[in-house]
Nanobody, 124 residues
Framework: VQLQASGGGLVQAGGSLRLSCAAS????????MGWFRQAPGKEREFVAA????????YYADSVKGRFTISRDNAKNAVYLQMNSLKPEDTAVYYC??????????????????WGQGTQVTVSS
């Protein structure tokens, strides 16, 4: 599956952005989908994940209550609504797909396919 992330940009603190991840090649309902981010000089970190049917969602503590992950399998798309953005949310955001049925949704190593990333910059 090929993944294409979009929707990043420059926003002031307290603002909102909605990231999209479009999948092609295979339908997204075959995959657990996740969002990760990587700031300069830091390791890639888990942001959010969503189960194949969309019924279960998982969030990093740092974004819980501010970010919402969702998916539309009919459109082969996954979304990340980001509200109340903070400067520390600045990073390149990546969407990823996991074809296995493991439980380590928070680990980048769990995922098999990655998008190219979209830059999110939050100014103070």
């Amino acid at each position: 599956v090929q993944l294409q992330a979009s929707g990043g940009g420059l926003v002031q603190a307290g603002g909102s952005l909605r990231l999209s991840c479009a999948a092609s090649g295979r339908t997204t309902n075959n995959y657990l989908m996740g969002w990760f981010r990587q700031a300069p000089g830091k390791e890639r970190e888990f942001v959010a994940a969503i189960s194949r049917n969309g019924y279960s969602t998982y969030y990093a503590d740092s974004v819980k209550g501010r970010f919402t992950i969702s998916r539309d399998n009919a459109k082969n798309a996954v979304y990340l609504q980001m509200n109340s953005l903070k400067p520390e949310d600045t990073a390149v955001y990546y969407c990823a797909a996991d074809r296995s049925y493991g439980l380590s949704y928070y680990s980048p190593n769990e995922y098999h396919y990655w998008g190219q990333g979209t830059q999110v910059t939050v100014s103070s």
